[in-house]
């Protein structure tokens, strides 16, 4: 498979999680898919958060640091 | 994207590193989860895990060509986060009595899937001829921002919040 096509089988269900978590928080309401597009973070910010549940420190030297740009992009 | 050898992260790091607005915008969604998380200003910033779909979006963009990045660092930052993931629903679901009996189909399934992610991306990344990092140890108090947090039953709310941080894939703007 192409990295893409990983990528978007990792993510429906990544995104399958995320909803029915919702739904034991806030059930039945529209917490399981709030807004029509997904926010997305640059990998340089998910790794910043990553950092507070990892003991070593994660070095980003190779890490992408521009992003697509598009719906909800907050990164 | 590696593990640096044994030297902590500080949490000044990590705060400092973060952009005021994403914090600003934690701050919002921190009352979203405060039924099941004690409000600190670190569990906030910590909760801005975007998870793993946001580290795979750098996939697709190296497959449009529009700003190739390094593949196998992207392999590599993902699967951290796949071992994460699968790491924290492996000890919630082996944890007796902290998830609720009812809920356990939901977290097994979850737990495997994860497993799976992380032996495909560990594919992927021999398929390249690079090396799978090996699993880094993991702090799931998010470096005391959870203090006593220990997967212990009693303290399934705050077990969900964390899955929820781990799993959306993105911080949510939530209209205040």
Redesign the interface.
């Known amino acids: 498979m ?3 096509l ?3 089988k ?2 429906s ?3 399958r ?2 909803s ?3 739904d ?3 059930p039945k309401t529209s917490a399981f898919a ?2 029509a597009f ?6 340089g ?16 030297s ?3 640091t ?3 740009q598009g719906p ?1 992009n ?2 | ?9 500080s ?1 000044s790091t ?1 705060q400092d ?3 005021p607005a ?1 914090i600003e ?1 934690l701050a919002t969604r921190h009352e ?2 405060r ?2 998380a004690s409000a600190t200003s ?1 569990l906030t ?19 449009y060509g ?2 190739p ?3 196998v ?3 590599q ?2 699967l ?2 796949e071992y ?1 993931e699968a790491e924290f629903y492996t000890r919630g679901v082996a944890s007796s009595g902290l998830i609720a009996a009812a ?1 356990m189909p ?1 977290f097994t399934t ?1 737990r495997d ?1 994860e497993n799976t ?1 992380v032996m ?1 991306l560990k594919g ?1 990344l021999t398929g390249k001829g690079a090396s799978p990092d090996p699993k ?5 108090t ?2 005391g ?1 959870l203090p006593g947090f220990t997967f212990a039953a009693g303290q399934y709310q705050t077990f ?2 964390l ?2 941080a781990f ?8 209209k205040g």
């Open positions: 192409n990295n893409l990983v990528a978007g990792i993510v269900v990544e995104a999680h995320a029915v978590i919702a034991l928080l806030t709030p807004q997904e926010n997305a973070f640059s990998v910010k998910v790794a910043t958060a990553a950092q507070g549940f990892i003991v070593d420190k994660l070095a980003f190779n890490a992408p521009t992003f697509i909800n907050n990164g | 994207m590696h593990l640096t050898s044994a030297t902590p992260a949490e990590i590193e973060m952009d994403i915008r979203e989860i039924r099941g670190k910033a910590a909760l801005a895990l975007g998870s793993v779909p946001i580290a795979l979006g750098a996939l697709a963009r190296d497959v529009q700003a990045a390094d593949v660092d992207v392999l930052f993902a951290l986060l994460l809920d939901i979850i899937h992610h495909a992927l880094p140890d993991f702090d799931f998010a470096k921002a969900l919040a899955a929820q799993e959306d894939t993105g911080v949510r703007a939530y």
